[in-house]
């Protein structure tokens, strides 16, 4: 079993940055594919960023260029470095570690609002 705690959300300003955490209770970043995920109101949950565990990065076209997943292996932790944020990011940001053929686990997720 592993528990994934994310923290660092919060209200901000259009053109603000906030960066997110995910702390991972074990070293699993060998294994799996560490993603940030993201759902506003009334909307399907989408997925924002993905680290492999070689390191290969990947993001959706709206955070392109304004957002970096990057992980920290000594201390089990993911991040997620938002920049030039716009109202159209709010949302509540979930981490999730994923894998082929093993359960899969998310965190509880934290609530990012970009408003004026």
């Known amino acids: 079993q592993v528990q994934l705690v994310e923290s660092g959300g919060g209200l901000v300003q259009p053109g603000g940055s906030l960066r997110l955490s995910c702390a991972a209770s074990?070293?699993?970043?060998?294994?799996?594919?560490m993603n940030w995920f993201r759902q506003a109101p009334g909307k399907q949950r989408e997925l924002v960023a993905v680290?492999?565990?070689?390191?290969?990065?990947n993001y959706a076209d709206s955070v392109k260029g304004r957002f970096t997943i990057s992980r920290d292996n000594a201390k089990n932790t993911v991040y997620l470095q938002m920049n030039s944020l716009k109202p159209e990011d709010t949302a509540v940001y979930y981490c999730?570690?994923?894998?082929?053929?093993?359960?899969?686990?998310w965190g509880q997720g934290t609530q990012v609002t970009v408003s004026s």
């Open positions: 999730n570690a994923r894998a082929v053929a093993v359960p899969g686990y």
């Open positions: 074990r070293s699993i970043f060998g294994i799996y594919d």
């Open positions: 680290i492999t565990p070689g390191g290969i990065t």
